[in-house]
Structures are given as structure tokens and as C-alpha cells.
């Protein structure tokens, strides 16, 4: 029988060596002193003093700037014809509705009549009152009758005023058989038709003069001291469309209950603007210059607001911020690092605390 046992310690001492390098060779081996200390690049940008937007916005209903209301001042005659409904365009003077004149005509032939009657009445009047003249005291004829031919023909002259002064009351009510618009403007609503008897007292149409809109924003009172007239806005539709708005008033009342006052900002004549609608306004008021820094610089985790700052040692530190307001890609800095700190710009997140950094150059607006 062969013997195996000399070769045994020989086998058991490779196993020992092959299973050292194997292990070495699984072991991560230590970074060198070059490869721990090598900068990484990232862009940079400056806390600064800045001044910033309010981004004071308010929003409220769009009104005329100023409303007319169309009615008549006749009463008991029947509408014959709307000319204009709503939506139009319409001139200062422009015929908007007419009234069935059929009476009227009637009445104006019966005063016209009676003017030419008393007319007659007048002059016949007169000239019996011209016959006496001189004749006073005279004995020629009573001073009774001349007394009477006088007063005859100041009678007549009254007659014939009266007659006229109807006639002319009613050509002043047939010029008002056609209702026209007293200012310029479009017209909103219309609550007339044809066949409806006119009264004084009911609204026909319902105008907004020139055809000026206007927001009627309500902001904070707190707010309202920072907005003044003359100050632009941009203000926002409801369908998406942006315009330029111009403050024209700002409310020298608060709402004792809402706390809130109203704003009046002036829009342009665009036929997508309706009163009745919604609007927003968005107002470029600009306070007092604070720390402001880039937006791009500030990191969100669940710990809330952070930054990466420059040391003087060319590491960077990660430190907690509390933020303002933000306008034109930058956010105010309530509580952070003060004016001047070097802190991360790009790369922020491919970086740790402590990590040693090279500055690629400053930040770009």
C-alpha cells in the first residue's frame, strides 16, 4: 500500500498561502494622501445686498370704469325698435331704441292748429287795439271799450304763447321718440324689446363709457401702502392673457370686517376683457435691499433649506438658511451667511461636508 503522509503539511501550507491572497485580494486597499486631498470643481456665487420684488399680487372682479344708464323720459309709449344689443360699440348721440310716435303726430297736428288759430286771434286782437290808440278821453267811444280792445289783445298774445309753448313741448318729446346714447361706450346689458311700454324709471341699457374696464383688486391692508397710483401691474385673465394695468386709485377705506382695501387699476380696451369677469394683478413693488441669493444655490432635503458655503480653508460646510421672498431667480436670505460668502452654485449635489473644492468661476445671473 502507497503512503500519503509526507505530502499532507505540504498541501495544508498552499491551502494557507491561496487562501491569504485570496482574501487580500477581496480587501478595498487604503486611498493615498494624493487621492484623499484631490479638489473637486464647482461654480460659486456671492451673497449679496439686493433689492427685490414685493411679489405683492391681488386679485378682484373687472368693473367699468364708469357705468351710464340708458333710460328714457317718457312714460306710456310703446317701444316700435331696438337698434343696438349688447356687445356693441355705440357713438355719444347714436340712436339706440325708438318710440311708436303714431300719437304724437296726432298731437302735433292739434298744436300746430292751435297755434295758427290763436295766430289769427292774436293779430285780429291787436289791430282793434291799435284802433283806439289815442282815443282816451276823447268822448269818441267809452274808455270802457278801449280798456276791453287792450285787454283783448294782451289776452290774445298769452293764447298764442300758450299754443306754442305746447307745440314746442311736444316737438321736444318727439325729438325724445328716438333714445340715444349719452356717452361713448359699449354696451353691457339691454332689457328692452320691442312692444314694451317706456317708463322713466326702468333702465333700457346699461353702458360702460369709452369702453374702460377696470380691475377691481382687493388687497391687504398691510399691502396698500406699498401700491400707488400711476404704478404699473401685470395683470393675468382668467383665460391665461396677461395685460398691462395701470393703478388709478387705491382705496382710502378698509373693510373693518375683511381688513382688506380695494385697488382700481385702469386696462386696456381689448374686446377679451369683460366686466363681470376675474382677474389678478401682479405688482412690481420693490422694498428695501436685503441678502439675496441665487436661487439655484439653495438645496431642499427633509430637514428644510440648506447651502453650501466656502471656508477659508477651501472646504465647503453645509449650513441651514431660512428664506424671503423670491424675484428674477433670486430668494431673500432671512437667516444664513452674511453679504459677501462664497456658497455653491452647480455640483452642490455631488458634494459632502468637508469636501475640499476648486472654484470654477462665479455665477452667471
Not at 74 to 85: K, N, P, T
Amino acid at each position: 500500500m502507497r503512503s500519503f503522509g509526507p505530502r499532507a503539511p505540504v498541501l495544508t501550507t498552499l491551502s494557507a498561502v491561496w487562501l491569504a491572497g485570496a482574501v487580500a485580494g477581496c480587501s478595498p486597499s487604503k486611498p493615498t494622501a494624493a487621492s484623499a486631498d484631490q479638489p473637486l470643481t464647482a461654480t460659486f456665487a456671492q451673497v449679496e445686498m439686493r433689492t427685490m420684488d414685493s411679489g405683492l399680487s391681488a386679485s378682484g372682479l373687472l368693473v367699468p370704469r364708469e357705468e351710464a344708464a340708458v333710460t328714457t323720459q317718457l312714460d306710456g309709449y310703446r317701444i316700435a325698435e331696438v337698434l343696438v344689443d349688447q356687445g356693441a360699440e355705440v357713438k355719444a348721440g347714436q340712436p339706440l331704441a325708438r318710440l311708436d310716435d303714431t300719437l304724437l303726430k296726432a298731437q302735433l297736428e292739434q298744436a300746430e292748429a292751435a297755434v295758427a288759430t290763436q295766430q289769427a286771434n292774436n293779430e285780429r286782437a291787436v289791430a282793434e287795439a291799435r284802433r283806439v290808440d289815442g282815443l282816451d278821453n276823447q268822448g269818441v267811444i267809452s274808455q270802457e271799450q278801449i280798456d276791453e280792445r287792450r285787454l283783448a289783445a294782451r289776452t290774445a298774445r298769452a293764447q298764442l304763447a300758450s299754443a306754442k309753448a305746447q307745440l314746442s313741448d311736444l316737438k321736444v318729446r318727439e325729438e325724445l321718440m328716438t333714445v340715444r346714447a349719452p356717452v361713448a361706450g359699449r354696451i353691457l346689458d339691454r332689457s328692452v324689446r320691442p312692444g314694451d311700454v317706456a317708463s322713466h324709471s326702468a333702465v333700457m341699457f346699461r353702458m360702460a363709457r369709452d369702453g374702460v374696464v377696470e380691475l377691481n383688486a382687493e388687497a391687504p391692508e398691510a399691502s396698500l401702502s406699498q401700491i400707488h397710483p400711476g404704478e404699473r401691474a401685470e395683470v393675468t385673465l382668467a383665460g391665461g392673457a396677461a395685460v398691462t394695468g395701470v393703478v388709478r386709485l387705491v382705496s382710502p377705506q378698509i373693510d373693518a370686517q375683511t381688513r382688506l382695501g380695494h385697488v382700481r387699476l385702469t386696462l386696456p380696451v381689448r374686446p377679451d376683457i369683460r366686466p363681470g369677469g376675474f382677474a389678478r394683478a401682479q405688482f412690481n413693488t420693490r422694498g428695501a435691499p436685503t441678502l439675496a441669493l441665487p436661487e439655484k444655490a439653495v438645496n431642499f432635503d427633509a430637514d428644510g433649506a440648506s447651502i453650501m458655503v466656502l471656508g477659508a480653508d477651501q472646504r465647503v460646510h453645509r449650513q441651514k438658511i431660512r428664506t424671503g421672498a423670491r424675484s428674477e431667480g433670486y430668494v431673500q436670505l432671512l437667516a444664513g451667511p452674511p453679504a459677501g460668502s462664497q456658497v455653491v452654485l452647480g455640483g452642490a449635489a455631488f458634494l459632502l461636508d468637508g469636501d475640499k473644492v476648486r472654484v470654477a468661476g462665479a455665477a452667471a445671473k
